[in-house]
């Protein structure tokens, strides 16, 4: 049976499921579909996934569409290099992480970005100057635990770093291909908001098996 996943280019969600995949070393086949030809809503997909979104990953008769939960599946289904830590304290403090990073910094992120990728913003408004207040208090929250530590799960890459990932980077995107925008919200590189942060994108970005996960329209 092979594990495989359905994935949009450069979505944060399958991302996250990709990155669990990557730091434990398995082998996965990736199903990319266009979200501007909409087939995460076809009738071929949603017999797969009937809400049309992705992630899906699938190994034999399970089927999963919700990143999180995939992330805690992979951890019982391959046991090894967990993603939830390997005691009950390093799992409770993961977990924290984990959520808070979810009910937050997308939704930080997304206020900040979505006007400049998607609706070409270009002015530094008054709402993009507060969604970036927003964001860099989001960031000042990921420097401060990767202060103590290598990675947000720990000394090793976890499911935190699974879920912080994506978002960081694609902000990280938006430097490098808006950067006057980005610069009038006073976020000018990666490494003048975080040196911390950047560090921890570059051990992230040198494990094995994570270069694959980066969205294809990106090469």
């Known amino acids: 049976m092979s594990l495989e996943i359905w994935t949009v280019s450069g979505a944060p969600s399958p991302w996250r499921a990709a990155l669990g995949m990557a ?25 797969i996934n009937p809400r049309g979104t992705v992630p899906t990953v699938k190994e034999g008769d399970t089927t999963l569409s919700q990143s999180i939960a995939i992330l805690a599946w992979l951890d019982r289904k391959y046991p090894d290099a967990p993603l939830f830590g390997g005691t009950p304290h390093d799992a409770a403090l993961i977990w924290q992480r984990t959520m808070e990073i979810f009910d937050y910094l997308p939704d930080a992120t997304s206020g900040v970005l979505s006007p400049i990728f998607f609706q070409g913003a270009d002015q530094a408004t008054d709402d993009l100057k507060a969604a970036s207040e927003r964001l860099q208090s989001e960031l000042a929250r ?10 947000l799960s720990g000394e090793r890459p976890g499911a935190a770093d699974a879920v ?18 980005m610069q009038a919200l006073g976020l000018t590189d990666l490494a003048t908001v975080s040196p911390e942060i950047t560090d921890w994108v570059g051990r992230i970005e040198a494990l094995p098996n994570v270069a694959a996960t980066f969205p294809p329209h990106w090469a």
């Not at 990921?142 to 202060?147: E, M, S, V």
């Not at 912080?164 to 925008?181: D, G, K, S």
């Open 23 to 47: 730091f434990k070393g398995l082998d996965y086949d990736v199903h990319l579909l266009s979200a501007a030809q909409k087939e995460h809503k076809s009738e071929a997909y949603l017999v």
């Open 164 to 181: 912080a990932f994506p978002h960081v980077r694609l902000i990280q995107r938006a430097m490098e291909t808006n950067p006057t925008i």
């Open 142 to 151: 990921l420097t401060g635990i990767l202060a103590d530590t290598l990675f």
